[in-house]
């Protein structure tokens, strides 16, 4: 469990409508991920998330993955993938979300649910517009659930506007990184006594769906694990939610809304949610 140890993190606007634009875009989110597997199924590693143009395309089904997402999906290891969405410059905005259940920060346990605030988005920046996520499904050689296509989660439209996200990960949509054979031995598989990073057997493939755990295997066969049979009808791997804390992320009224309230002298204020 070593390996996975390790991860993260308002204002309250108002714009006159006769003003139209804002008067600041800074927002604050809260990004939360409920692990919704059942006891004794598939944990996470800390989520890795990213803020970004629409452009970074974390994979690409049936070809390998880069260096860094190997090694996410091998050890748990966000660090690499941290530089590479970087270096690839449709971003800056990233971070990931932890689990605490055991006290320190570290895998989202089944039935938990963790998040994280990220401050200071600049909601008109088109670098703000789109979110990615990734994360190693344990144990496992290197099965994980990421989204590989990059605009599939818009959260803030060209206009700043937040259109936030929720969304479900199904069993169903658990990915084979292709990078390790999946032998389930405990000294290269994660989460059942691997100590050290990247041991296990070279596969070379590219990403699929993973076809599940082996059939009374390792995992299936754990007291601690038995119920992480993803590829089971029904199956829940976790539930993404991004919201608005805080900031001038609204959305602009209709050109008839904004001439009533310029009529009765009105002011918008932008809500502010509470934090649960």
């Known amino acids: 469990m070593q390996l996975f140890r390790g991860a993260a993190a308002g204002a309250i606007a108002a714009a006159s409508v006769l003003a139209i634009a804002p008067l600041a875009s800074a927002a604050t ?13 598939t944990f996470l590693t800390p989520v890795w998330f ?3 143009d629409g452009s970074f395309d974390l994979y690409n089904r049936n070809e390998p993955i880069t260096a860094g997402l190997e090694r996410l999906v091998e050890d748990g290891n966000n660090e690499p993938l941290n530089a590479e969405f970087l270096a690839a ?16 920060p570290g895998p989202v346990d089944p039935g938990e649910v963790a998040s994280v605030l990220v401050e200071d988005v600049d909601v008109n920046a088109e670098s703000s ?14 099965f994980f659930i990421g989204n590989g296509d990059p605009l599939a989660h818009q959260i803030f439209d060209d206009g700043g506007n ?17 990078t390790e054979v999946n032998d389930e031995l405990p000294e290269t598989t994660a989460f059942l006594g691997q100590t050290v990073a990247d041991t296990g057997e070279v596969e070379g493939g590219g990403v699929t769906l993973a076809e599940g755990f082996i059939p009374g295997g390792r995992v299936l066969s754990s007291d601690d694990f038995f119920n992480g049979d993803f590829t089971a009808p029904g199956y829940q791997v976790a539930r993404f939610q991004v919201e608005l804390v805080d900031g001038d992320a609204t959305a602009v009224p209709e050109p008839g809304s904004v001439m009533a309230l310029m009529a009765a002298g009105g002011f918008l204020v932008s809500r502010k949610l509470k934090q649960a």
Do not use: C, K, W
């Open 89 to 104: 410059g449709g971003g800056t905005v990233q971070g990931a979300v932890a689990g605490f259940d055991v006290g320190a």
């Open 29 to 41: 989110l809260r990004v939360t991920v409920s692990n919704l597997a059942p006891e004794n199924g």
């Open 129 to 142: 517009r789109y979110f990615s996520y990734a994360s190693m499904v344990i144990p496992s050689n290197d």
């Open 162 to 178: 937040f259109l936030g996200a929720d969304f479900v990960v199904a069993g169903s949509n658990v990915l084979d990184g292709g």
């Open 50 to 52: 990213g803020l970004h």
